[in-house]
């Protein structure tokens, strides 16, 4: 593990010597899959165990017995943007196991007024067109057993594609590695996201460009950067799970999120920042489940230029039966929407129900 962290450490400095990184860069990637995840704040780095193991710790698709499919829909922007996630998993032997996801988000029916005046300065209604703007994240996950009891290792392979309508479009590729590790009934996991610095490169249509360059004088003379650096963020969790009479049982988690850059998380410096999450999820009979969580611990400044402590509470529910699980959690998705808090829901499928 200390070798992971130095070689990520390494990495990290020698791409943010050469490359300008963006701090938003592919952030739709950091968003969150799953509502029962999603319910317990995202804190199930070390917990994770199913077929969005894929996006939340590679590791833990080792776990599964069997194959698996997921899907999510949620509305962001007061369900102006879609947001869609698919996944299947299944294992290969008792050692190893891999797994496909896809993520889209997307904004559709844009109305293009670029062209709404004419060259004799009229304006023209039925000049106005439609475009979409879209991203993709395609994730490839393999994970595997060592000899070690208890110790198991995840990658991930990443792709990622983004469309803005005719006016541009870019191919990325990042790679992500996680650890769990369990003992005594504890659970201890590491994520570690974009160890390469995941590198997106641009194509801008020029002749669409062209268009818009002179609209407002001054502005938008130079061509956008056609490279984009996403910097590493890792996640250290724990967790465990408590088992009581009557069937019913607790699973408390615990992360330590981390970027590599400054931000308003509770401990932040100029190499990195650090933010804890707690999740809770209560289970009766392996059937229902009562899920709450808090993360996003900032600091944020006041009208009056004080300091204040705040964070996003997170709630869900879920069902299963009989292989199928319906899951829903109401949270901020992200806490970078204008509305207070989305609706999520998901669905998880163990395909040998079908046998």
């Known amino acids: 593990m200390r070798k992971i962290l130095l070689i990520t ?3 990290i400095s020698s791409f943010s010597n ?3 990184a963006r701090k938003y860069s592919n952030e739709f990637m950091n968003i969150g899959v799953d509502a029962a995840s999603l319910g317990m704040a995202n804190a199930v780095t070390a917990s994770t165990n199913d077929v969005n193991s ?4 590679p590791a833990g698709i080792t776990l599964l017995k069997d194959k698996q499919v997921a899907i999510m829909h949620a509305s962001y922007f007061a369900n102006i943007a879609q947001y869609d996630y698919a996944a299947y998993a299944t294992p290969i032997d008792d050692e190893s196991a891999w797994g496909i996801s896809m993520i889209r988000f997307g904004v559709d029916d844009i109305l293009n007024t670029t062209e709404l005046i004419d060259s004799q300065g009229n304006i023209d209604y039925n000049r106005i067109s439609k475009f979409s703007t879209a991203d993709y994240g395609f994730t490839f996950s393999y994970a595997r057993k060592i000899k ?3 110790l198991h290792y995840g990658v991930n392979a990443k792709i990622i594609r983004r469309i803005i ?3 541009a479009n870019s191919w990325g590729f990042g790679i992500d590695a996680g650890l769990q590790y369990e003992r005594n009934n504890w659970k201890f996991g590491l994520m570690l996201r974009d160890i390469t610095t995941t ?3 641009w194509n801008i249509n020029e002749s669409e460009y062209a268009k818009i360059q002179n609209a407002i004088p001054g502005q938008n003379q130079d061509l956008p950067e056609s490279t984009e650096i996403t910097l590493p963020k890792a996640q250290l969790g724990m967790s465990k799970k408590f088992e009581f009479h009557n069937d019913m049982s607790l699973l408390a ?4 999120n981390m970027e590599f850059a400054r931000t308003h998380d509770v401990i932040a410096s100029n190499f990195v920042s650090m933010a804890p999450a707690l999740g809770f999820e209560f289970g009766y009979t392996d059937l229902v489940f009562l899920r709450t969580g808090f993360g996003n611990f900032q600091n944020t400044t006041q009208l009056d230029s004080t300091r204040k402590l705040s964070f996003q509470p997170n709630i869900g529910v879920g069902f299963k039966y009989k292989g199928i699980q319906i899951d829903y959690a ?3 998705l992200g806490n970078q929407s204008a509305a207070l808090y989305s609706n999520i829901f998901s669905a998880k499928v163990d395909l040998s129900i079908f046998r």
């Open 54 to 57: 894929g996006y939340w710790n």
């Open 9 to 11: 450490l390494f990495i």
């Open 148 to 150: 070690i009891t208890g």
């Open 199 to 201: 590198y997106n490169i």
């Open 330 to 332: 109401l949270t901020d």
């Open 165 to 167: 309508g005719k006016f």
């Open 253 to 256: 988690c615990a992360n330590l």
């Open 18 to 20: 050469a490359q300008v």
